[in-house]
């Protein structure tokens, strides 16, 4: 059955923290949240589900943006408490800010300094009820 689910340590929330990695690259793409349901839809469907804290609701990598992450493998960590997805991320964006990862920002001589180039304007995925 979903026994796999009792397993995960959530928070008082109800939460777990999952770091999303490219399965080729090995590039780190996203950190997200996760209730048990979106954790058992990742599972289910196949493709990163998580819990969106603002929107207090599931949120469906990719369902504005087509920017779905296709599970490759689930792992828990060995304190039980953060999931790691290993994913193949369709059009080759995982950030909001239309940027291959969400960890686009490098500490250098004390500031943060921005290393990747924005792949597609945000206003062109995100901005589609206007048009």
């Known amino acids: 059955m979903m026994e796999w689910l009792d397993q995960v340590r959530w928070d008082d929330k109800g939460l777990a923290p999952a770091v999303t990695q ?17 954790l058992a839809e990742t599972a289910r469907r196949g493709e990163a589900v998580y819990w969106s804290r603002s929107r207090a609701c599931l949120w469906r990598k990719g369902e504005e943006s087509g920017h779905v992450q296709k599970l490759v493998e689930l ?19 995982a950030c909001h800010t239309g940027r291959e990862s969400c960890f686009f920002q490098k500490l250098e001589n ?7 180039a924005v792949k597609k304007d945000p206003s062109l995925i995100y901005d589609r009820r206007s048009k």
């Open 22 to 38: 490219d399965a080729v690259s090995g590039r780190v793409l996203t950190l997200a949240w996760m209730n048990r349901d979106a």
């Open 75 to 93: 792992r828990l960590d060995c304190d039980s408490d953060a999931i790691l997805l290993r994913v193949e991320q369709v059009g080759g964006i």
């Open 110 to 116: 004390g500031g943060w300094v921005t290393t990747d």
